[in-house]
């Protein structure tokens, strides 16, 4: 497992200045992972609401490292340092690297990468931290497309060990070398992917993940279903998962995937319905279980 693979023989360049776009769940939580690893990170997003409610989560988050003793109070208080947050449309010409990690629409996104290319030196990498998008559909919106690509990180960004690195056709080898020697140097292990529907594991992930929703929508009870899984080995029961991830994500993923293989995926009409009804899971408070202080329960 430890066996590092050499994707690339070109050379990676150094990254020590990103800037995170979007934050919220995953924009957040990859801004807090980097502060943690030494890495300066500018977050924006489009609202102080937004930016507020994105360093909440990171103030927590450190909160926690500092309670765990995984980061002493110094280590902490430097991490918060290095993120600087705005609503503002600062420059990023100094950033090595941007990911964006904003709602999961194409033309939301085309906005984003059309400015960032305005904003950025000819030459910092983009990455998109999209879990379904078509990446290569971005190309079109920047100059130097050599330089973009994906960097997927998973939910919770702090635990999750894997980090897909996504290269379109036009995705030079230095940006992979240098995006490859980054997930390394923040501590995470990185996959080389094809930017393919679902790339590796959500490909490999949503139809276990549809499987169990469909289950529960055919009376299946949420908590045999999610234990059953944890006994199996599972670190979560599906169900939770979903609701971890968001049911609107979700959702999206199972599209992309059902439109891309309509022979074998499909997506759950109960995730539709959760989510029409603003059930997006833990984030709203409420999905397939209900979420308070003590802990979450089974939806009624
Ligand atoms: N910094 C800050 N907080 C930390 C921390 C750190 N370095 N390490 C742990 N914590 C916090 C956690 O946030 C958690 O806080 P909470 O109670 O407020 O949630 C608490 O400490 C407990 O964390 P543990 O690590 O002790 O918890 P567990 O051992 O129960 O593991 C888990 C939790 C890692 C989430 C495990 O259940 C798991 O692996 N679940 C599956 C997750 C998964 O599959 N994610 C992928 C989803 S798919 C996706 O994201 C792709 C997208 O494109 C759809």
Known sequence: RAKKHRYTEAEPREIQRTAVIGAGV????IAY???TRGIDVVL?????????AGMA???KNYDTSRRKHILSATEAARGLDRIHATAR?????????????????????KTIFADLSQRTA????LATNTSALPIRELAGSIENPWRLLGLHFFNPVHRMQLVEVVRTDQTSDEAIATAIAFVRRIGKMPVLVKDSPGFLVNRILLPYLVEAAEIFEKGGNPKVIDDAMLDFGMPMGPLRLLDEVGLDVAAHVAHTLAAAFPDRMRVPAIAEKLVEAGHLGR???KGFYRYGKN?????P
């Open 57 to 59: 989560r990171i103030s």
């Open 33 to 35: 992972w980097l502060s």
């Open 89 to 109: 449309p600062v420059p990023l010409h100094r950033c090595q690297l941007v990911i964006e990690a904003a709602s999961e629409e194409l033309e939301i996104k």
């Open 44 to 52: 924006r997003d489009i609202s102080e609401k937004a930016v507020a």
């Open 26 to 29: 995953m924009g957040a939580g």
């Open 295 to 299: 802990g979450h329960e089974p939806s």
């Open 283 to 285: 984030k709203s408070g």
């Open 122 to 125: 000819h030459d910092t990498l």
